[in-house]
């Protein structure tokens, strides 16, 4: 089983999936969510053990799942139960959709392909308002999107007048430690910024602290100096493929004054600074065996890319 079935990767938001069956991608296989009667998250190959169509281009009836082509249905266990084409015959159990193991966790509905050694990431003590920014398609692979998320040396470049400035490039020094399970953190990053968050009317020094949470996903915690707003953002990547992936932000903040639209807004444009830049970036998968040159800034990305070696990552990256 190759690592990366061993962990729980983020497929949608919850609230994304109502009555209809939802088509997503995860390591490169295409699968289906769906709600069962007790509106619990079913998720299943999007592949119907008939004649191969795409079982979310069906639609959920009486708690099942019916296949467009031939109207078979299927449980949430994945058990075929009716094929209307013979109303008397009984399934065996080898009519059997393929099932996969989802959850619901931070906003969004999780699936893994296998065993799922690991928990999805847990974020603990961030401040209670929540916002959840997404759906975005990239074409880049999850790593260099994440890579990305911990880069701090870009901000006067692509976020110039935002979250850097053109007069102050330079990334102070700064120590990589590891979490007891191996997942490296900055506890603290001093950045000055012109504007670092929605409700800051003018530049100040700003806190960071940089934790990555699992191969596909870090969380950033940032605390203005002069004491304004703590700011805590999560990226979660989906891998759909090799070489694109699906990105949700959330953001904890304890700006209980802005608006979700004005803090929605701010986001937004910091991303589409970002997504230009991230997929132009050649190769889309990640190198980990060379290739790329490292200056002493990028020691985060240098821990990122080792941690990565360690988890044993084979997807998206080269
Ligand atoms: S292909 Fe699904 S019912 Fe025939
Ligand atoms: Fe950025």
Redesign the pocket.
């Known amino acids: 089983m190759s690592h990366e079935k061993q962990w729980w990767w983020p497929l949608a938001l919850e609230e994304a999936l109502g009555s209809e069956p939802l088509a997503v991608q995860l390591l490169g296989q295409p699968l289906v969510l769906w709600r069962d009667a007790d509106g619990q998250p079913v998720l299943m190959t999007d592949r ?1 053990p ?4 795409k ?1 979310s281009l069906g639609s959920v009836q009486a708690g099942t799942l019916e ?1 467009p ?4 249905r299927f449980d949430s266990a994945g058990h075929c139960v009716s094929i209307p084409a013979l109303p008397s015959f009984k399934p065996p159990a080898t009519h059997k959709a393929c099932r996969h193991p989802v959850m619901a966790q931070h906003g969004l509905l999780w699936g893994t392909l296998g065993e799922a050694a690991f928990a999805p990431p847990a974020l603990v003590g961030l401040p209670e308002r929540r916002l959840i920014y997404g759906p975005f398609d990239v074409a880049t692979s999850a790593p260099r999107a994440v890579e990305n998320f911990l880069d701090t040396a870009h901000f006067a470049y692509v976020h110039r007048g935002w979250l850097g400035e053109a007069t102050h490039p330079e990334v102070p020094h700064y120590d990589v430690t590891h979490t007891a399970d191996g997942r490296p953190v900055i506890e603290s990053y001093k950045a000055w910024q012109p504007r670092a968050t929605a409700s800051s009317a003018e530049g100040g020094w700003v806190t960071y602290r940089y934790e990555v949470l699992s191969p596909y996903s870090a969380l950033l915690s940032k605390q203005p100096d002069d004491g304004g707003p703590q700011d805590s953002y999560t990226i979660w990547a989906c891998p759909d493929t090799e070489d694109s992936c699906r990105l949700w932000f959330a953001q904890y903040t304890s700006d209980n004054t802005s608006s979700d639209d004005t803090l929605r807004d701010f986001q937004i444009a910091i991303f589409a600074q970002d997504q230009p830049v991230l997929e132009s970036q050649s190769p889309k998968r990640l190198p980990l065996s060379g290739g790329e040159v490292m200056s002493a800034a990028d020691r985060l990305s240098a821990a990122y890319r080792r941690y990565l070696q360690q988890c044993g990552i084979g997807f998206g990256v080269c």
């Open positions: 119907c008939h004649r191969g169509a079982l296949c082509y031939h109207g078979w």
